[in-house]
């Protein structure tokens, strides 16, 4: 079956816990998880190079100018953007990569590559998305009320993902991914060479052959 590299694209409300399940997806499986750049303070406990790549207005800008980002947004106030490089090199290697960006992005993401597979992470409903706002303790009330617009925003494209996926339980929400991207690698589209070859294989039987 494929062994080429699947491009999987992760959005989601702010607070449907992307992040954390992100961490728990790459700690049991082999995926390539693509650092962003953003203009955006880091939070604390975050890393430059590690959450993000922590950058400033006029460096964000330069990148985009010299085509270096594969796609970037403007989210409540700050640039996101994907680097290319990390990207390109970890296909052609036959690697899963995952980006997880907003819906902006991920539509640009699915133009320049058309075989990306996008999933959308919910909460399972609206009032659970407030509240893990508000627990996180990261944003204040007027940035939470933002993301909360935003949301309602972003709800509008859900319809537009291959899949939604609801995070509830956070194992098996991380073992309904895997199972995704994996089930994804049998799709027959993805399967030319392997159609081909096995077509080219029967038919070269030939009548006597046993
Ligand atoms: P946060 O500030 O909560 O880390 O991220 C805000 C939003 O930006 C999230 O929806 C996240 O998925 C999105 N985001 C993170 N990196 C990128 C990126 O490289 N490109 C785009 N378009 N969105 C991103």
């Given at each position: 079956?494929?062994?080429?590299?699947?491009?999987?694209?992760?959005?989601?409300?702010?607070?449907?816990?992307?992040?954390?399940?992100?961490?728990?997806?790459?700690?049991?499986?082999?995926?390539?998880?693509?650092?962003?750049?953003?203009?955006?303070?880091?939070?604390?406990?975050?890393?430059?190079?590690?959450?993000y790549?922590?950058?400033?207005?006029?460096?964000?800008?330069?990148?985009?100018?010299?085509?270096?980002?594969?796609?970037?947004?403007?989210?409540?106030?700050?640039?996101?953007?994907?680097?290319?490089?990390?990207?390109?090199?970890?296909?052609?290697?036959g690697?899963?990569?995952?980006?997880?960006?907003?819906?902006?992005?991920?539509?640009h993401?699915?133009?320049?590559?058309?075989?990306?597979?996008?999933?959308?992470?919910?909460?399972?409903?609206?009032?659970?998305?407030?509240?893990?706002?508000?627990?996180?303790?990261?944003?204040?009330?007027?940035?939470?009320?933002?993301?909360?617009?935003?949301a309602?925003?972003?709800?509008?494209?859900?319809?537009?993902?291959?899949?939604?996926?609801?995070?509830?339980?956070?194992?098996?929400?991380?073992?309904?991914?895997?199972?995704?991207?994996?089930?994804?690698?049998?799709?027959?589209?993805?399967?030319?060479?392997?159609?081909?070859?096995?077509?080219?294989?029967?038919?070269a039987?030939?009548?006597?052959?046993?």
């Open positions: 079956m494929s062994k080429q590299g699947i491009l999987t694209v992760v959005s989601g409300f702010s607070g449907a816990g992307k992040g954390t399940l992100m961490k728990a997806l790459l700690k049991k499986y082999d995926y390539g998880l693509s650092i962003s750049a953003t203009t955006r303070a880091p939070r604390a406990g975050e890393e430059d190079g590690r959450e790549f922590f950058l400033t207005r006029e460096r964000f800008e330069s990148m985009i100018e010299q085509g270096e980002l594969i796609e970037w947004a403007e989210y409540v106030g700050n640039y996101y953007g994907t680097p290319k490089k990390y990207v390109e090199e970890q296909l052609a290697a690697k899963d990569v995952i980006l997880e960006i907003e819906v902006q992005g991920a539509f993401v699915r133009k320049q590559f058309p075989e990306a597979l996008l999933l959308f992470i919910t909460p399972p409903n609206a009032n659970e998305l407030k509240s893990r706002l508000i627990n996180r303790g990261t944003e204040s009330m007027d940035k939470i009320e933002s993301r909360l617009h935003r309602s925003e972003e709800a509008v494209f859900m319809k537009e993902y291959d899949f939604i996926v609801v995070n509830d339980d956070l194992d098996e929400c991380v073992e309904r991914l895997n199972e995704i991207i994996e089930n994804e690698h049998s799709r027959t589209l993805r399967n030319d060479s392997f159609i081909e070859k096995m077509s080219k294989e029967l038919m039987f030939k009548k006597g052959d046993l």
